[in-house]
């Protein structure tokens, strides 16, 4: 059974930045993708970026040029680096891995407060 175990968040002041980790239990290139997602209070879940097989990243408008997505092949582990964080970025934050059925992490909280 396949388990994601993230890590990190936490509370930054606006213009900060957290890293997220997230490792998975089996090999990270099986699945088609690995991603991450966001949900804020009162507001639906919401794709942040995306890591393909391949290596190809895609981001959100609302993040692109802040937030960094990676991965470790060695570690099975990806990360999320967000950077200029502001307070519309305060959301909990899942891992996912997508490969026809998906996986999600347990979810971490990230507030972005003065």
């Known amino acids: 059974q396949v388990q994601l175990v993230q890590s990190g968040g936490g509370l930054v002041q606006p213009g900060g930045s957290l890293g997220l980790s997230c490792k998975s239990s089996?090999?990270?290139?099986?699945?088609?993708?690995m991603n991450w997602y966001r949900q804020a209070p009162g507001k639906e879940r919401e794709l942040v970026a995306t890591?393909?097989?391949?290596?190809?990243?895609n981001y959100s408008d609302s993040v692109k040029g802040r937030f960094t997505i990676s991965r470790d092949s060695a570690k099975n582990t990806i990360f999320l680096q967000m950077n200029s964080l502001k307070p519309e970025d305060t959301a909990v934050y899942y891992c996912?891995?997508?490969?026809?059925?998906?996986?999600w992490g347990q979810g971490t909280q990230v507030t972005v407060s003065s």
């Open positions: 890591i393909n097989n391949g290596g190809k990243t």
């Open positions: 996912n891995a997508y490969s026809y059925t998906a996986y």
């Open positions: 089996t090999n990270i290139f099986s699945f088609l993708s």
